[in-house]
């Protein structure tokens, strides 16, 4: 297989990656450096922006209005996450007003399903997957969309799903180590609350002082700032350029 990627990638006029952690990892297989370029994914902000959901059109009973905070992650519900912070924050949390909500598949589900049975979290709620046409309206119900990385795991890649998140003005709350790839990019924009503690019991005690104290302001400001960076930087239009220089440079 080495010799297959060496031999593939020296006779390309050039390579693109969508982030700087793939282009790392091609390092031992190429001589010329140069020839490597970063083109990130796109949004398509005609389908993902502030103003693309309705939440009259979800399931009332699946997403009911209540006063309280809501926090909400959708996506695998996997080996890449980590679910002790969701766990201990909502245990801790008992009584005040966040809801948690978690939609989506995976070998976790039937883990999670057992611990909220187990500790009585009425305020965690686990849900199928959901149409892909109501993500809008379902990111627009969200005050806070949350993305705890396993530590064992967080090095190996970038959740698309951040930019979407941005895309329609949602601020994030993110668990991860200072120097990988979902903290270093968030870190530039100001657009979540990045949570870099090591130890178990400081993650979740950060996460709730700060639930317990920002303000809606706050929260609708840290979601502003992610739609101009996608605006600016990842929409269609914008990579599509990026692609049609790359072309018209060879």
Known sequence: QEV???????????IICVGTKLKRSLYPYINDLDKVTVIPNFVDTELYNPHSGNISLLDSNLFPTTASLKL??????????DWEPLIR??????????????????VMKTYLEEKVCELGLTNVHILPYQPRSLMPSILAYSDLQFIFMNPDMEMQGF????????????????CSGNDTPIVKFLQEHNCAKL???KNMDDKVEKMMSWLNTVSSDELTSLGHNGVEVIEKMYTKDVITREYMNLVDSL
């Not at 924050?89 to 995976?106: D, H, N, Q, S, V």
Request: proline share 5%.
């Open 4 to 14: 297959i990627l060496k031999k593939s990638y020296s006779e390309a006029r050039k």
């Open 72 to 81: 909400l992650y959708a996506g695998n519900i996997g080996f890449a996450q």
């Open 89 to 106: 924050l909502a245990e801790r949390t008992k009584g005040c007003p966040f809801e948690y909500f978690i939609i989506g598949e995976g």
């Open 159 to 174: 959740p698309s799903k951040v930019y979407t998140i941005m895309a329609c003005g949602r601020p994030l709350l993110v």
């Open 195 to 197: 949570i870099t503690e």
